[in-house]
């Protein structure tokens, strides 16, 4: 597979790719224990339709997609294929990014966060959002608990950990690197996700 793009996103920012249907998309973690929050959207002159992590769970009737299934749009459609699981993170899909709010309890406002890095690259890809879809927390640790507890551990994630996408349409696929840095969730510290874009093949 050629790679034809490669982004490079800092600790706690954003980036965006427009990916075609076939090609393939490797998100990789390269100093390890930093959380990648993904969001997919169809664009079709306007937002058309985005991947609902609901619609994933309903539809994979599991917390998180097996390798060869697939993540899933808000109209059911299937957007991604889960092609390579190269981390022994169990990955999330129940916690919303973190935003204003969330630092702002924590006694830290102005702090970077993932909703808004997420806006910004909509923003600048011309995309007007009413809602934010939750995302899929790539890396991160958050598996519910026996007592029902949902609580963040710090990312197992080793450096160089990554997923192999594959994408099923045409598609703006936005990553953010997790901004969390007051709690074990990116193992203390923020660091840097990179996305490497190849073109259509296994």
């Known amino acids: 597979m050629p790679l034809r793009q490669e982004i490079e996103i800092g600790p706690q920012s954003g980036g965006s790719v427009r990916v075609r249907e076939g090609e393939t998309v490797r998100v990789v973690d390269p100093e390890g224990q930093q959380v990648a929050d993904l969001w997919a959207f169809v664009l079709d002159g306007g937002l058309v339709d985005w991947l609902s992590v609901s619609q994933t769970r309903d539809m994979a009737e599991r917390m998180f997609p097996k390798v060869g299934e697939h993540f899933y749009s808000d109209r059911a459609a299937p957007l991604l294929t889960l092609v390579e699981d190269n981390s022994p993170s169990p990955h999330d899909m129940l916690f919303p990014a973190c935003d ?6 924590a006694g830290l ?15 600048d890809a011309g ?4 809602f934010v879809p939750d ?12 007592d029902g507890r949902l609580e963040v551990f710090a990312s197992d994630n080793p450096p160089g950990g990554n997923v192999l996408l594959r994408a099923n349409q045409d598609l703006l696929l936005v ?8 709690h074990p969730t990116n ?7 990179r996305l490497e874009l190849s073109s259509g093949g296994d």
């Open 100 to 105: 204003r709010g969330l630092y702002e309890r």
């Open 109 to 123: 406002p102005g702090h970077p966060n993932c909703r808004d890095n997420m806006l910004r690259q909509l923003r």
């Open 127 to 130: 995309v007007e959002l009413p």
């Open 135 to 146: 995302p899929v927390n790539l890396f991160q640790r958050s598996e519910p608990q026996a």
């Open 175 to 182: 990553v953010t690197a997790c901004s969390v840095d007051f």
């Open 187 to 193: 193992g203390g510290r923020c660091t840097g996700i």
